[in-house]
């Protein structure tokens, strides 16, 4: 299920920052095995719940299908979960041209990702992608101006995208990876973003990821978090599973970030140039032109 270890911070007992880091191991050997048979029992039954030509769409991605019997693992009834989560994900895959959608460069997406630009960098210790994001260079009025479709669709093909990224690596190193960590520069949040329009339009990206790309993340960095987002924090934490706290890493200035990641086995070629990294990234409208301009 949705699981990632908690990391050494400052003044954690040994004994416990070991117990992560067995936890940590433990995860990423679970993420690489391949299917065992009780999860091809869920993988065949989910596949055979959707109709034509759905069910041979979907039969394509095997990861895909592979993700959502991992991430309603822990459902109560887990035949259930599954099966609803696939239909709901492959009801919008096909409402959003998801199948197609390297097939040729979709209309006002450069725009999208100048006004919402993310990027791909380097990898952790375990092979997972590292994607950042910084809050100073995001257009939330613009963005608020599209149709929630458009929204979807575009954030959509750029998170397939970063699904192809992991399964290019996937092939490459031989050792199977789904999960990524995003690193969020939270530099000039200020509230107005956290309400009204700029809070919805922020909502409605991440929603995407959330919902239709289940069991994808393995860690989140907060870079430069303010005081009152602390304040925040420290309440909502409260509200939610443990295992999500512990992938949420609050880690300070750029200074402090860079030595975070470095002490977590993260080699200063992977973190991104702007926290004092060596790692230029790629912008991930850059990769996808990759695809598109194929055609």
């Keep these: 299920g949705e699981e990632a270890a908690e990391v050494k911070t400052e003044g954690t007992p040994h004994h416990v920052t070991a ?60 035949m259930a979960g599954t099966i609803e989560a696939i239909k709901m994900i492959s009801e919008w895959r096909e409402r ?59 954030q959509g093909q750029r998170l397939k995208a970063y699904s192809h990224y992991k399964l290019e690596k996937t092939r490459e190193t031989g050792m199977q990876r789904y999960k990524h ?37 393995w860690r989140i960095y907060l870079v430069n978090p303010p005081m009152v987002f602390r304040a925040v924090w420290a309440v909502v934490k409260n509200f939610l599973h443990p295992i999500t706290v512990n992938k949420i890493q609050f880690c300070g200035n750029y200074k402090d970030a860079t030595k975070k990641m470095m002490d977590e086995s993260i080699p200063m070629d992977s973190i991104p140039e702007w926290m004092g990294g060596a790692n230029k990234g790629i912008t991930a409208f850059e990769y996808i032109q990759h695809f598109t301009s194929k055609k």
């Design 19 to 78: 117990r992560m880091a067995d936890l940590e191991k433990r995860l990423a050997g679970e993420e690489a095995a391949p299917m065992n048979a009780e999860e091809k029992k869920y993988y065949q039954a989910a596949l055979e719940s959707l109709p034509e030509p759905e069910r041979t769409h979907f039969a394509s991605d095997t990861e895909g299908v592979m993700l959502i019997v991992r991430g309603f693992a822990n459902e109560k009834d887990r």
């Design 181 to 217: 960590t995003l690193i969020i520069d939270l530099k000039g949040i200020g509230m107005g973003m956290l309400a009204g329009q700029k809070r919805q339009t922020v909502k409605k990206i991440f929603h995407v990821g959330s919902t239709y790309f289940p069991e994808t993340m």
């Design 96 to 154: 959003n041209g998801y199948y197609t959608d390297f097939d040729n460069p979709l209309p006002g997406a450069d725009q999208f990702h100048k006004w919402w630009p993310e990027k791909i960098h380097g990898t952790d210790k375990f092979g997972h992608m590292l994607q950042s994001l910084r809050i100073e260079e995001l257009d939330t009025e613009k963005i608020a101006s599209l149709a929630d479709d458009q929204i979807e669709r575009y």
